[in-house]
């Protein structure tokens, strides 16, 4: 069966400091992945997605990149974090169209 | 793109109770979930519905494609039904690749004993 990991799971950053935030799919291949964000007042949004190794879209201008080295890993960076950038990141990745997430990092920026 | 609105924005019940969530989108969609985030923050799939009716346990989802609606029911209602309950469309003109999912701003469901 496919599990998704992420880690870590709690980050509490400074401001300008860098990030990285990993995420892991087992049990397939080739999956389209995704990196979103849930700040306070509930909703997601979407701020990267991937349908292969090297192809990364932005949805969301911003202070943050996402890279996949390999198929089955994604990477959310920055290289100077900002207090806006405090949320909860949610890595998913997609199978016949029914997406599947990650536990997701709590990040704070103080 | 794509609007997607839930109601009702809160939403309390004793604990046995029934209700009923709504889902509107402004456009035609290829994909259609319901997620039931946790209070640890996890997202947990209920159902992938496109169109038609499915049903799970005490839990059930219409979504009626042409009007543009998805509902989801809660039967018998339990504490631990208890978290916000999201809303998630994939436009048909995003589809083909990219299967981008536009949320709604969720219910939060509070179940009282």
């Known amino acids: 069966s496919q599990t998704i990991h992420q880690w870590p799971a709690t980050l509490v950053q400074p401001v300008g400091s860098p990030l990285s935030l990993e995420c892991t799919v087992e049990?397939?291949?080739?999956?389209?992945l995704y990196w979103y964000r849930q700040a306070a007042g509930r909703g997601l949004q979407l701020l990267f997605y991937?349908?292969?190794?090297?192809?990364i879209s932005s949805e969301v201008p911003q202070n943050l990149s996402a890279s996949r080295p390999q198929d089955r890993q994604f990477i959310l960076s920055s290289k100077k974090l900002l207090l806006s950038d405090s949320g909860f990141y949610l890595c998913?990745?997609?199978?016949?169209?029914?997406?599947?997430f990650g536990p997701g990092t709590r990040l704070t920026v103080t | 793109g794509i609007q997607v609105e839930q109601s009702p924005p809160d939403l309390i019940l004793q604990e046995g109770a029934n209700s009923t969530l709504r889902c509107n989108f402004s456009?035609?969609?290829?994909?259609l979930q319901w997620f039931h985030q946790n209070p640890w923050g996890q997202l947990i799939n209920l159902f992938y519905?496109?169109?038609g009716t499915k049903q799970n346990g005490r839990l059930s989802a219409t979504t009626v494609a042409t009007e543009r609606y998805s509902l989801l029911y809660i039967s018998s209602s339990q504490t631990t039904d208890s978290g916000v309950y999201f809303c998630?469309?994939?436009?048909?003109?995003?589809?083909?690749?990219?299967?981008?999912?536009?949320f709604g701003k969720g219910t939060k469901l509070t179940v009282n004993p």
């Open positions: 998913a990745w997609s199978f016949r169209g029914e997406q599947y």
């Open positions: 049990g397939t291949s080739n999956p389209n």
């Open positions: 991937s349908v292969g190794i090297g192809q």
């Open positions: 456009d035609s969609v290829n994909n």
């Open positions: 519905i496109p169109s």
């Open positions: 998630a469309v994939v436009a048909i003109a995003d589809q083909g690749g990219s299967e981008k999912l536009v």
